[in-house]
């Protein structure tokens, strides 16, 4: 199916006959693979008498080669069609001994993973399911603030690329105003405080117009910036922003970090709730700690906040 759909990526009619020649199967059979386009993928395809069949739009699909020749050349990049999770295919390929650092990146996930057991929507070919593992070998400190300084080189590639409003929500979103465009979960195999992999997974909304299915308020690069973007440029940019500051912190920590982190939080000084399960706490955003730790004033006094279940809201959000 996706051999078919790769002969007709160019957004050109294309004969049921040089279909059924090139891929080996009956114009029948073609048919059939362009129904199960449709219905699995979600994709349009205009069917035209005399003429054949063309895709309603152009696709550009993932491609190494593109990213290679784009600049990125510092870790294998492994590219699945569709596959659950990147992050959970990142996962496996480390207990199978595959060596980091790699990238793997889906043109589809049907088991994207977001924060707190929350589903990712993926659909095909419109975003981007981008998971980087690292090999920590130095401890909690290179784990210290590790998502903060994703979510920053997230925010700058989304930024150098024109999506001006982009900025960050504590622990990890970025936002543009109150609608998320990209979201970030780390996932932790091994000993933290000996040698263990940081699956670095990062969804960013790119050419994503229309769905139901995502429960918040989002945007994506294409509604903001009212144009399409080329995916394989994304990864190549979001890859050289990536080793800056992942850099910066290896060599300085989360402290190098923080007021650069902070100068671009979207919430500082607004009155907020902390949630964490069935607990509440309101109190005002300070910023965030030298490990990366929410700062909260609650009743006057200043406490620090940190862990994957805590999500945080407005609470002035009218
Ligand atoms: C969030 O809830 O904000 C985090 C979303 C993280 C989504 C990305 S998409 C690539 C990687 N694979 C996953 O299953 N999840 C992350």
Redesign the pocket.
């Known amino acids: 199916m996706l051999t078919l759909l790769k002969l007709l990526k160019d957004g050109r009619f294309h004969s049921g006959q040089a279909l059924g020649a090139a891929l080996g199967i009956s114009r029948s059979a073609v048919w059939k693979q362009l129904q199960h386009l449709e219905a699995d993928l979600g994709l349009s395809v205009h069917k035209v008498r005399g003429r054949g069949y063309q895709l309603a739009k152009p696709l550009l699909l993932l491609d190494s080669t593109e990213i290679c020749a784009k600049g990125l050349h510092e870790w294998p990049v492994h590219i699945f069609d569709s596959i659950d999770?990147?992050?959970?295919e990142a996962l496996r390929f480390i207990e199978r001994g595959g060596a980091a650092p790699f990238l793997v990146l889906a043109e589809r996930?049907v088991a994207?993973?977001?924060?707190r057991g929350?589903k990712?929507v993926?659909p095909f070919a419109e975003n981007l399911?981008?998971?980087l593992v690292l090999r920590i070998d130095g401890g909690m400190r290179q784990l210290e603030g590790l998502s903060l300084v994703v979510g920053l080189a997230v925010m700058h590639v989304l930024r150098d690329m024109g999506v001006a409003g982009a900025g960050l929500k504590w622990p990890n979103?970025v936002l543009v105003g109150k609608k998320k465009i990209a979201?970030?979960?780390l996932e932790l195999v091994g000993d933290p405080a000996d040698v263990c992999h940081v699956v670095l997974?990062?969804?960013i909304n790119v050419n994503m117009q229309s769905t139901d299915e995502v429960d918040q308020q989002w945007t994506s690069m294409c509604l903001e910036a009212g144009r399409n973007f080329d995916r394989n440029e994304l990864v190549a940019r979001l890859g050289a922003r990536l080793q800056q500051y992942l850099e910066l912190h290896h060599a300085s920590g989360f402290a190098a970090i923080q007021p650069e982190w902070e100068q671009y939080h979207l919430w500082q000084g607004r009155a907020v709730s902390l949630i964490a399960g069935v607990n509440k706490i309101d109190g005002i955003v300070l910023g965030v700690d030298h490990q990366g730790a929410l700062r909260l004033k609650v009743d006057g006094v200043e406490k620090n906040f940190s862990g994957g279940e805590l999500s945080l809201r407005l609470r002035d959000d009218s």
């Open positions: 999770s990147t992050n959970a996930q994207g993973r977001g924060r929350r990712w993926s399911y981008h998971s979103d979201g970030i979960l997974g990062v969804g």
